[in-house]
């Protein structure tokens, strides 16, 4: 079973241009998350899809973020336009259904440097 | 607000055993799991505690008290592939979303 994957792997980009990253989940798993983590600090949530549909965005940091799952498979993050407090690394990370035991299996992740 | 404490660095021999402790304040409670990451690469899942007591996968256990608010990854036989990244996590089951919250993480260092 192929795990999850998220492209590019490394991205730099100048402080107002616009990137967007991909994740694909697992085959099967309806839920997928989207957190970041910023040099020094702990790993944050962003987001989480069920499906298509956004579950629960509590944790994007500003309408710079947009989410989108269509067809609730692969899964976009665009930064637009980007600043330099956006650098960091974020990763996806996908599980078959919501909730206790369920665990979350994360990608790669995607380098994120804003010059 | 919701916080989770461990240590930054720990340093430990091969063959040796260590405790990464997590104490953790987050409303809404469900479970603790623990991940170990490579050099920055992805977070891989080691082991989920829902309920009070010891989970033992292997040479690594995990311990919770739910009273305490409380809870530690135990490595048995410490082996040097072992030094890499270890984060607790609680998750939060509140409106049917799983999301972690993760601590600072803990840097694990083995030596010959």
């Known amino acids: 079973e192929a795990g999850v994957t998220q492209f590019p792997s490394h991205s730099v980009i100048e402080k107002g241009q616009t990137v967007t990253l991909r994740c694909d989940p697992i085959?099967?798993?309806?839920?997928l998350y989207w957190y970041r983590r910023v040099m020094g600090k702990e790993i944050k949530f962003l987001l989480h899809?069920?499906?298509?549909?956004?579950?629960?965005e509590s944790g994007m940091p500003n309408n710079r973020f947009l989410a989108e799952r269509t067809g609730g498979t692969y899964s976009t993050l665009k930064v637009q336009p980007a600043e330099l407090e956006d650098s960091g690394v974020y990763f996806c990370a996908s599980s078959r259904r919501a909730g206790d035991t369920d665990t979350q299996y994360f990608g790669p992740g995607t380098r994120l440097t804003v010059l | 607000g919701q916080s989770l404490e461990q240590p930054s660095e720990v340093t430990a021999v091969e063959g040796a055993i260590v405790q990464i402790n997590c104490t953790y304040q987050t409303s809404g409670f469900y479970g603790l799991s623990w991940y170990q990451q490579h050099d920055g690469g992805a977070p891989t899942f080691l082991s989920y505690n829902g309920l009070d007591g010891l989970e033992e996968t292997g040479r690594f256990s995990s311990f919770l008290s739910r009273s305490d608010s409380y809870g530690y990854l135990l490595l048995q036989e410490l082996q040097m592939k072992d030094s890499a990244s270890y984060f607790c996590?609680?998750?939060?089951?509140?409106?049917?979303?799983?999301?972690?919250?993760f601590g600072q993480g803990t840097t694990l260092q083995v030596k010959p």
């Open positions: 899809f069920v499906k298509e549909s956004k579950q629960d």
């Open positions: 996590a609680v998750s939060r089951l509140s409106g049917n979303t799983g999301k972690l919250i």
């Open positions: 085959s099967g798993h309806d839920n």
